[in-house]
């Protein structure tokens, strides 16, 4: 049974990998795009899932080992984390104001799986944003949970596998949602609230290591 500093470890790295993952960008638009086409959702789906967790493990993996050996570390990780996290937040708050839409054609000729899955793992690995919040972000947060930074890094890994999941096997029934400026507006909006309170939080954690 977890207990409750496992528990809130892992409620935070859901948080936050929900609050980075949540957001109009080239890999939620293809794989919404081919939740909406019916499109090899299910190779689409795993390889965006498994590539975060395995960027999610190896930085929890790397970024814990080095502050283990450098504890001074923690507090500056914190603080240029909640840096991040805040200007993060601002940008979501830019976007809610400022919504656009993401409505993919439904028609088209099928792409090979082979395709899909290239272009999918381009996507996902060749984007220097994702080494940015799972590696980097998640990975350095992560260890400031100490033994619970894989606590952390589970509930982070679940927000991914959720996320993706319910985004390409759900994406039909978004259509008429997010054909619309307003459903954006009060996702960016959710994200930013989400980012500013982890950056305080954050924040908070680096003063009571200093």
């Known amino acids: 049974m977890l207990t409750t500093p496992a528990l809130l470890a892992a409620a935070s790295g859901l948080a936050l990998g929900l609050g980075l993952i949540v957001a109009i960008g080239a890999q939620n638009a293809f794989v919404l795009r081919q939740g909406l086409r019916l499109e090899h959702v299910a190779a689409v789906v795993a390889v965006c899932a498994l590539s975060d967790l395995v960027l999610i493990l190896a930085g929890v993996a790397g970024a814990g080992a080095a502050l283990d050996r450098l504890p001074w570390l923690v507090p500056v990780v914190c603080f240029a984390g909640a840096a991040f996290l805040l200007g993060y937040g601002l940008l979501a708050a830019r976007r809610a104001l400022r919504p656009g839409t993401l409505l993919p054609d439904a028609g088209g000729i099928r792409a090979g799986l082979a395709v899909t899955v290239g272009t999918c793992l381009a996507l996902t690995w060749l984007n220097p944003h994702v080494y940015l919040d799972t590696v980097v972000l998640l990975g350095s947060t992560a260890s400031t949970y100490g033994e619970q930074r894989w606590a952390f890094a589970a509930g982070a890994g679940l927000g991914s596998v959720v996320w993706f999941t319910a985004?390409?096997?759900?994406?039909?029934?978004?259509?008429?949602?997010?054909?619309?400026?307003?459903?954006?507006?009060?996702?960016?909006?959710?994200?930013?609230?989400?980012?500013?309170?982890?950056?305080?939080?954050?924040?908070?954690?680096?003063?009571?290591e200093v």
């Open 167 to 208: 985004l390409g096997f759900g994406a039909r029934l978004l259509r008429p949602v997010f054909a619309r400026p307003a459903a954006w507006r009060v996702l960016d909006g959710v994200i930013a609230a989400v980012m500013t309170a982890l950056a305080v939080s954050l924040a908070a954690r680096g003063v009571a």
